[in-house]
């Protein structure tokens, strides 16, 4: 079993750039939901996709969009991006039920210049 | 809404010492419970978890948390730590419910550190 995967492992873009990243799930798991982590802080919640759809938002603007692929696959999108935008982004997936384990992924680290 | 308080931003401890790393929540709803710890340039990985019965959840790697309801907190504790066991620890909280909602709010994180 891989586990959840992410692509790619880092990033480098410019202000105004746009980004999308990648994640398989964990075999077997439906949900896929996609944290961001700044440095020295916890993750924090940007939103959750189960059945090709947007479950549940976090407080992010509408800069951040996603996507979930039949094979339960996800793609994060981050539009004209800001210095701020500069994190760990990590993907987590999971049964949907509620108390599931989410497991994460080793992440992807952007770097916004 | 839900907040995750983890008191101790970092925790300096001794081989083979005991440990304690704390943390407190707030929810208006019942909540699910976790620990995880990611270590250096990786992901999380999950500790232990509490959904309900024994308030004392044993997880891996010989730590262990104790819910207290009346106090909201999920206290992690390992009798003895090891060089190994240094890290970033969070503790997060899910809310269970009609909404069927199960993302995870977490803390701010400790770093334990584990001193030869």
């Known amino acids: 079993d891989a586990g959840v995967t992410q692509s790619p492992t880092h990033l480098i873009k410019t202000r105004g750039q746009q980004v999308t990243l990648r994640c398989s799930p964990k075999?077997?798991?439906?949900?896929v939901s996609w944290y961001q982590q700044a440095l020295g802080q916890g993750p924090q919640f940007i939103f959750q996709y189960y059945e090709e759809e947007e479950r549940q938002r976090g407080n992010f603007p509408d800069r951040f969009s996603g996507h979930q692929f039949p094979n339960y696959s996800s793609e994060l999108n981050v539009n004209a991006l800001l210095l701020g935008d500069s994190a760990l982004y990590l993907c987590?997936?999971?049964?949907?039920?509620?108390?599931?384990?989410?497991?994460f992924g080793p992440g992807t680290r952007l770097l916004v210049l | 809404a839900q907040s995750v308080t983890q008191l101790d931003s970092q925790v300096p401890v001794f081989e083979e010492a005991p440990v304690e790393l704390r943390c407190n929540y707030s929810?208006?709803?019942?909540?699910?419970l976790f620990w995880y710890v990611q270590y250096p340039n990786q992901g999380l990985q999950l500790l232990l978890k509490y959904l309900s019965g024994s308030t004392l959840v044993k997880g891996i790697n010989g730590f262990e948390a104790e819910f207290n309801k009346s106090q909201t907190s999920f206290h992690l504790r390992k009798p003895s730590v090891h060089i190994s066991d240094t890290a970033e620890y969070f503790c997060?909280?899910?809310?269970?419910?009609?909404?069927?909602?199960?993302?995870?709010?977490f803390g701010t994180g400790t770093r334990l550190t584990v001193i030869p």
């Open positions: 075999s077997g798991h439906d949900t």
């Open positions: 987590a997936s999971s049964l949907i039920s509620g108390g599931e384990t989410q497991y």
């Open positions: 997060a909280v899910s809310e269970w419910g009609l909404t069927g909602a199960n993302n995870l709010f």
């Open positions: 929810s208006s709803v019942s909540v699910y």
